[in-house]
Nanobody
Framework: QVQLVESGGGSVQAGGSLRLSCAAS????????MGWFRQAPGKEREGVAG???????TYADSVKGRFTISRDNAKNTLYLQINSLSPEDTAMYYC???????????????????WGQGTQVTVSA
């Protein structure tokens, strides 16, 4: 069984930065494909970034250039660096993982088996 625990969310002003972390536990989790999603009130969940075990990354067009996903396999931790935050980035951010390799990358919710509880990011103007 895989468990994912997010941290690092908070309230920031527009233009600020945050680094989200996701601590993963479970057998072979370091071999899993991992990703970050977000869901704002009244909106559908959106995949924002994904990363395979070799460090290959995939980003949603809406966050390219501002978000950076990375992983530390030795620590079983996933990160999301978010820069130039705007109020439109306000959402609950979720970490997700799946044992399939997804070498070409994916940001589809249906492709992820395990999910964290989320960490809230609130950006004020």
């Amino acid at each position: 069984q895989v468990q994912l625990v997010e941290s690092g969310g908070g309230s920031v002003q527009a233009g600020g930065s945050l680094r989200l972390s996701c601590a993963a536990s479970g057998d072979n989790v370091r071999t899993y494909y991992m990703g970050w999603f977000r869901q704002a009130p009244g909106k559908e969940r959106e995949g924002v970034a994904g990363i395979n075990i070799y460090g290959g990354t995939t980003y949603a067009d809406s966050v390219k250039g501002r978000f950076t996903i990375s992983r530390d396999n030795a620590k079983n931790t996933l990160y999301l660096q978010i820069n130039s935050l705007s109020p439109e980035d306000t959402a609950m951010y979720y970490c997700a993982a799946d044992p399939r390799p997804y070498g070409l990358g994916t940001l589809a919710s249906r492709d992820f088996r395990y999910w964290g509880q989320g960490t809230q990011v609130t950006v004020s103007a």
